[in-house]
């Protein structure tokens, strides 16, 4: 038996999310297991659930906590984007092959997951079901869209404008798959406040464009005069 599959033998039995994580962490192990194993952002949403759309934006939103190439939080933001509309219009998750096809780093995912399901195991001992309206089927189209909005934020490749709007988004999501709506509003808040630091630094990015912009228009007229 695998470490994730004994490690969710112990888990409580009204902390789901911390089952689920449990169970896809025990099948990307035999996914590792395998001869040339390899996993896809498309494969990676096979072993998460066609229909599991908060789970697969947690894990997108704790990829984005992890350091990447160039572009990589502008594909998790339009992964995010995807899964938010595939959320809003209750249909399984699918990906462009532009996003899809990408590849990524098995190791590194298998870290993340033992990461998550320590992390999960430890947030279950406060995480319970409270305002749990906020997680009914009827209240996810307005997660969704504030989801959408969030990976629409997570596209400026601004170094730590992320961070916020990511964490923010993953707490949200725990808050779903644990019916805990105390989670959603401090992750509500959470990801505000980035989202208010990311315009911060955009008006900045403009302010001093601007400025640089006039002082060399300034001294091209001067040294044409």
């Known amino acids: ?56 934006i947690l894990v997108f939103s704790l990829l984005n906590l992890l350091p990447g190439p160039p572009g990589y939080s502008v594909v998790i933001g339009l992964a995010i984007m995807a899964f938010s509309v595939m959320m809003m219009a209750d249909r ?76 923010g988004l993953a707490i949200i999501c725990v808050g779903i798959l644990n019916k805990d709506g105390v989670a959603m509003m401090l992750g509500t808040v959470i990801a505000l406040i980035g989202v208010v630091l990311l315009y911060v630094c955009l008006w900045l990015i403009f302010v001093v464009g601007l400025a640089v912009g006039e002082a060399v228009v300034d001294e091209v007229d001067d040294l044409l005069h």
């Open 92 to 167: 399984p998750i699918r990906l462009w092959s532009f996003v899809g096809d990408r590849r990524l780093p098995l190791g590194l995912m298998l870290k993340l997951l033992e990461f998550l399901a320590r992390f999960t195991r430890i947030i279950s001992r406060f995480s319970k079901a409270r305002f749990t309206w906020m997680a009914s089927r009827g209240f996810l189209p307005f997660v969704a869209v504030f989801a959408f909005l969030l990976g629409g934020a997570m596209l400026f490749p601004i170094p730590f404008t992320n961070t916020l709007p990511s964490l």
């Open 1 to 56: 038996m695998s470490n994730a599959s004994s490690a969710s033998a112990d888990l409580p039995p009204d902390s789901p999310l911390a089952g689920i994580v449990a169970d896809v962490l025990a099948r990307l192990h035999e996914v590792a297991d395998q001869p040339d194993a390899k996993i896809t952002c498309n494969s990676l949403i096979e072993l998460l659930g066609g229909k599991s759309h908060a789970l697969a």
